[in-house]
């Protein structure tokens, strides 16, 4: 099984930025994709933004589409979301989570991290 932590999440005026890791054990990291997903107070648990397993696909919410640039370093089992433009409705908890394909839907996801708070104030 695969455990991810991740970090970087705190409080940014509108308009700054964050880049949030997510730190993934062993040395299978590279066989999954990796999806960011997020969920506001009293909404649902929403999908921002995922990776295919070499880094060569890509897909972005609308909502954060050339705001938001997910990446990820194989060599390093660490997988990134650069937030820029930061808007106080990307106020969430942010969750990283890998699947065996890339996807939208979070029941694609296997393996989840407990979480990073991001507060964009106005």
């Known amino acids: 099984q695969v455990q991810l932590v991740e970090s970087g999440g705190g409080l940014v005026q509108a308009g700054g930025s964050l880049r949030l890791s997510c730190a993934a054990s062993?040395?299978?990291?590279?066989?999954?994709?990796m999806g960011w997903f997020r969920q506001a107070l009293g909404l649902e648990r929403e999908f921002v933004a995922a990776?295919?397993?070499?880094?060569?696909?890509?897909y972005y919410a609308d909502s954060v589409k050339g705001r938001f640039t997910i990446s990820r370093d194989n060599a390093k089992n660490t997988g990134y979301l650069q937030m820029n433009s930061l808007k106080p409705e990307d106020t969430a908890v942010y969750y990283c989570?890998?699947?065996?394909?890339?996807?939208?839907?979070?029941?694609?996801?296997?393996?989840w991290g407990q979480g990073t708070q991001v507060t964009v104030s106005s």
């Open positions: 989570a890998t699947a065996r394909n890339i996807g939208i839907m979070t029941r694609e996801y296997d393996y």
């Open positions: 062993g040395r299978t990291f590279s066989s999954y994709a």
């Open positions: 990776i295919s397993q070499s880094g060569a696909r890509t």
